[in-house]
């Protein structure tokens, strides 16, 4: 009985260590209705991402003609990086900004218009972070920090 105790307790530790080592990935935000919310720092965190895919897009760009072995690793973790970015973009308007901060209306109702107005200004970020993602150009990104400045706008 005891070895079964132990055998117990040794493994709540390990799912325990699991629990807190991944700790460190962590979404955009809590899904519990906390109401603890701040769009400034959202929308900072997400022009500090387009500004660091902007970045990775010149270094592309600068590394892009260059096949010595060097190179091609930095390149390599530069695409690496501006996906990230993009995908942590589209992490927070969908976990933050779609899921949390835009509340439905109802068709018909005043607010109606307003509401679909901030779903076209997030799904512009998202499709604009997922173009990054597929294109590694200065236009891409610009497009991309104009998304985050509209819909910061509002």
């Not at 307790?9 to 962590?26: C, E, F, Q, R």
């Not at 902007?54 to 091609?72: N, P, R, T």
């Not at 307003?114 to 997922?130: D, F, N, S």
Request: charged share 25%; proline share 3%.
């Amino acid at each position: 009985m005891k070895r079964f105790a132990l055998a117990r307790a040794a493994l709540l530790a390990i799912s325990l260590l699991a629990l807190v080592g991944s700790a460190d990935k962590a979404s955009a935000h809590c899904q519990v209705p906390c109401g603890i919310y701040d769009d400034p720092a959202r929308i900072a965190r997400l022009q500090e991402d387009a500004a660091t895919i902007s970045k990775a897009i010149g270094k592309i760009a600068e590394l892009s003609g260059k096949h010595d072995a060097q190179s091609l690793n930095q390149a390599i973790r530069w695409v690496t990086t501006k996906d990230a970015h993009a995908s942590h973009i589209v992490e927070v308007c969908a976990e933050y900004f779609l899921t949390q901060r835009i509340k439905p209306v109802a068709k018909g109702a005043e607010e109606r218009d307003a509401y679909l107005e901030r779903l076209a200004r997030v799904h512009t970020v998202m499709v604009a972070a997922m173009k990054t993602k597929q294109k590694a150009s200065p236009e891409a990104a610009a497009d991309l920090d104009e998304a985050i400045a509209a819909m910061a706008a509002e």
